[in-house]
């Protein structure tokens, strides 16, 4: 894609374990956003990180910002049921635009 | 204070059909954004606007598409004469205040549109 990926693009894990979610860019970026979006439903945004932080916490989400290498993962610690759902990656650019990947459909098995 | 509301949630049109999608921000947020969400894929932006302005609508189809946030009333996305390939998920999206690179965008639920 000309503006990167998330990967896995599916991913499935046993209750109570870590999920960790990747995405990439290619341009420079203002901010990047994470957003979850349940099945069905409107995206809810989880957190924003900045281009001169390299790591944010919230609850039991934590996201760190590779400048260097344009990249920012998502992990999400002791997964619950209710994690089930898709995660976006929004890169916001300089320019403006605002990218979405395709998401990363996470599943959490009882 | 009341989310983003869109409605209705479920459209369905014959082609040739016109679509009319509302959007109404939350209260105090003056900045509106349309996407739309294919199957299997991420959001793609389509138009931002302003009350009675659109700032930037380069993700809009030239035809056919057409969008507006008139001062009084919801934003409405329009789609005239629907083809099969317009079936998809309409996010609508709305901001306190200028500036994208910044604001974190607040998503209603969505329309459904399908086209039969």
């Known amino acids: 894609s000309q503006q990167g990926e998330e990967d896995p693009q599916a991913l499935s894990i046993q209750e109570g374990e870590n999920a960790t979610m990747n995405c990439s860019y290619k341009t420079s970026i203002n901010n990047l956003q994470w957003y979850r979006q349940n099945s069905g439903r409107g995206l809810v945004h989880l957190i924003l990180i900045r281009s001169n932080e390299r790591e944010k916490h919230s609850g039991r989400l934590r996201v760190t910002l590779d400048t260097s290498k344009k990249s920012s993962s998502l992990l999400i610690t002791a997964s619950r049921a209710a994690d089930t759902a898709s995660y976006f990656c929004?890169?916001?650019?300089?320019?403006?635009?605002?990218?979405f990947g395709k998401g990363t459909r996470l599943h959490i098995l009882p | 204070n009341a989310g983003v509301m869109q409605n209705p949630r479920h459209l369905v049109r014959r082609r040739g059909q016109e679509a009319r999608l509302r959007c109404s921000p939350m209260k105090g947020h003056s900045h509106v954004y349309w996407y739309r969400q294919l199957p299997e894929e991420g959001l793609k932006f389509m138009v931002y606007?302003?009350?009675?302005?659109?700032?930037?609508e380069s993700g809009m189809p030239k035809e056919r598409f057409s969008a507006e946030f008139p001062k009084e009333g919801p934003s409405i996305l329009r789609i005239q004469q629907v083809v099969r390939g317009d079936s998809a998920a309409y996010f609508c999206?709305?901001?306190?205040?200028?500036?994208?690179?910044?604001?974190?965008?607040?998503f209603g639920p969505g329309t459904r549109l399908t086209v039969l």
């Open positions: 606007l302003q009350k009675e302005n659109i700032i930037d």
């Open positions: 929004a890169r916001y650019l300089r320019d403006d635009k605002i990218i």
């Open positions: 999206a709305s901001s306190p205040s200028s500036g994208r690179a910044t604001d974190t965008q607040y």
